[in-house]
Nanobody, 123 residues
Framework: QVQLVESGGALVQTGGSLRLSCAASGDTLTSYLVGWFRQTPGKDREYVASITARRDSFYARFAQGRFIISRHDANNTLYLQMNNLTPEDTAVYYC?????????????????WGQGTEVTVSS
């Protein structure tokens, strides 16, 4: 079983950058599908980006060109570098891990979730 703990959320101005971290314990992430989702009040959880066990990375359209997902095996941590942030990026960001290992953007394919970290982008 994997435990995930996110950090790095903050208040940032439009155009700024943030790097979110997701520290994993209990198992190594190398065989998992891992990814980031985000959620705002009253809305469903939204896919942001993911990396498969084979290290193929995928992005939601809004994240392409601005966000970079990476997995660092040495410290068993998943990162999300977010650049050129806008108020529309304001949300609670969650990291997740799926036993499947294969590519997916569907929340139900992910078995383990962190508690979330809050990102607020001011205009």
């Amino acid at each position: 079983q994997v435990q995930l703990v996110e950090s790095g959320g903050a208040l940032v101005q439009t155009g700024g950058s943030l790097r979110l971290s997701c520290a994993a314990s209990g198992d190594t992430l190398t065989s998992y599908l891992v990814g980031w989702f985000r959620q705002t009040p009253g809305k469903d959880r939204e896919y942001v980006a993911s990396i498969t066990a084979r290290r193929d990375s995928f992005y939601a359209r809004f994240a392409q060109g601005r966000f970079i997902i990476s997995r660092h095996d040495a410290n068993n941590t998943l990162y999300l570098q977010m650049n050129n942030l806008t108020p529309e990026d304001t949300a609670v960001y969650y990291c997740a891990a799926g036993v499947t290992g294969w590519a997916s953007s569907r929340p139900w394919e992910f078995d383990y979730w962190g508690q979330g970290t809050e990102v607020t982008v001011s205009s």
